[in-house]
């Protein structure tokens, strides 16, 4: 005869029920880096302190956040290198500032890097370059530094940035470089219309990036898509001032990755050089954009909102004066609308040896003073369909 013994303590009831679970319960660790030393006072480097936050995270086996409570922390240049530890989080309730004199991280390539890791969040914060002597530095002619990169990610996968704010960097505010599945979400980036080569987000030879929910305004693009760029997803984004959304410059190099699988929709862009752009040197290349999609574009006084550019030369300096060999093939433009600031809203100058082919324009209406625009063609076969202002010049 079997009988059934009944768990009368509390304790084994409950020691048996966590046995039962799929899943054990892990533990967080939280690190604030007042506690190792940081002083958010906006004089005392804390680069230190931020680096031994780092390492006791990496050191944890439990997922690690790295707390950095308000005031303003000074920070030199700091990379974050990989580590065991695949779920560690930045909680910044504060301002990370870069050195006020320019020279201090001028001459490195970053200020804030993160190299080789997986599964890093940032939930909030304030990253202030404090860019604006370095800008006006370079426009005064005289030998300055190149200016570093405020944060970048490179070789990482699983990553997260939401609810950051990057003023004034010196160059790029935000670069993701060689990484796989990063989302960014909520992120306002900011610097003045005059600020030289200050990209809001660039992306490169990186795959699955989404970009949601976020404001730019600054003195290059607002978004620019480097070589080997895939599946990439840009929504809900407020662009102006800036030198819009592009994908490139492409064609500096013979041998580059192509660009493939790009999905922009709901942007709106004002007041901002261009809209929506393609660009390339003309140069030979083995580069190739394919599989792009712009749509619900909403355009508010842009100067160029439809380009694709195959004889890209900035200031017109130093031009190739060869023939772009970056192919250009299946791109959309659907639900694009508003008003350009200059007579020619639809531009497509594509490369003699390369044309451009599939390309589709579908309910697109822009108004220049209250009438309609002009496109120009050069190299360029496609379609229209339904309502399409200025003209479709496709072939």
Known sequence: MVSYVGFSSPLLAALLFMALQPYSIIAKVTY??????????????NTKAFLNAWAAACGSTSPATIYVPPGRYLLHNAVFNGCNNHAITFRIHATLLAPSDYRVIGNAPNWLGFQDVTGVSIIGGVLDAQGTDLW????????CPSGATTLIFTKSNNILVRGLISLNSQMFHIVINGCHNVKLQGLRVSASRHSPNTDGIHVQLSSGVMILDTNIKTGDDCVSIGPGATNLWIENVACGPGHGISIGSLAKDLKEEGVQNVTVKSVTFTGTQNGVRIKSWARPSNGFVKHVVFQHIGMVN??????????????HENCPGQVSGVKVSDVRYEDIHGTSASEIAMKFDCSPTNPCKGIKLKDV???????????LCANADGKASGFVMPPSCLL
């Open 32 to 45: 604030n880096v007042v506690d190792l030393g940081a002083r958010g006072d906006g004089h005392t480097d």
């Open 136 to 143: 006006a530095c370079k426009m005064s002619g005289k030998n």
């Open 302 to 315: 842009v100067q160029n909102p439809i380009v694709i550019d195959e004889n890209y030369c900035p200031r």
């Open 365 to 375: 209406k822009l108004t220049y003073k209250n009438k309609s625009p002009k496109s």
